[in-house]
């Protein structure tokens, strides 16, 4: 069940955490997040799961900056949300979905007890000039049934944009030796001699 706008302004200072928060952004059963002035993009021409792979920082002006095709661009939304007993989701709004950007990728679910900026997974079909503060995506609340343990891993608690951190998921199986393939925890064969 999803919480309508009356119930997220209910729970306000509870379950549910938006600073800043401005009563014109709630909606009928969401409440519209805002684009922080600084975007990062990735350096490599190809980037590799298993290692921090390189960023620059790139500042919105405020007369806009266009994004290209084919460049993901990572951004974060001005606002810093808690949850606490429901699952918060966030997915791009409409309006900006129908100048072909594409707001969060993937991974829109967020978990019980995150805490933290959102980060952005932006993707634009042709070009298109963003903004600073454009109210770009929108949070919405799921609730919960059963025992809940509270999100407690890689992001929480992030001050930032938050590039991929999978790296630290992936350990290769033997430090130092190149041959051998990087550990998913599958268990593969060992070699006789």
Known sequence: MILSGQEIRGRMGGDIVIEPYAEERLNPNSYNLTLHNELMVYEE?????????RVRRVEIPEEGLVLGPNQLYLGRTVERTTTHNLVPQIEGRSSV?????????????????????WTLEMFAVQPVRIYPGVPICQIFYHEIKGEITEYASKYQHNRDIQPSLLFEEIRP?????????????????????
Do not use: C, Y
């Open 97 to 117: 979905g129908r100048l072909g950007l594409f707001v969060h990728v993937t991974a829109g679910f967020g978990d019980v007890g995150f805490s933290g900026f």
């Open 45 to 53: 021409l190809v980037l590799d799961m298993a290692k921090a792979n």
């Open 173 to 193: 199986e033997q430090e130092g030796d190149p041959q051998l393939p990087l550990n998913f925890g599958i268990e593969r064969p060992r070699a006789t001699t």
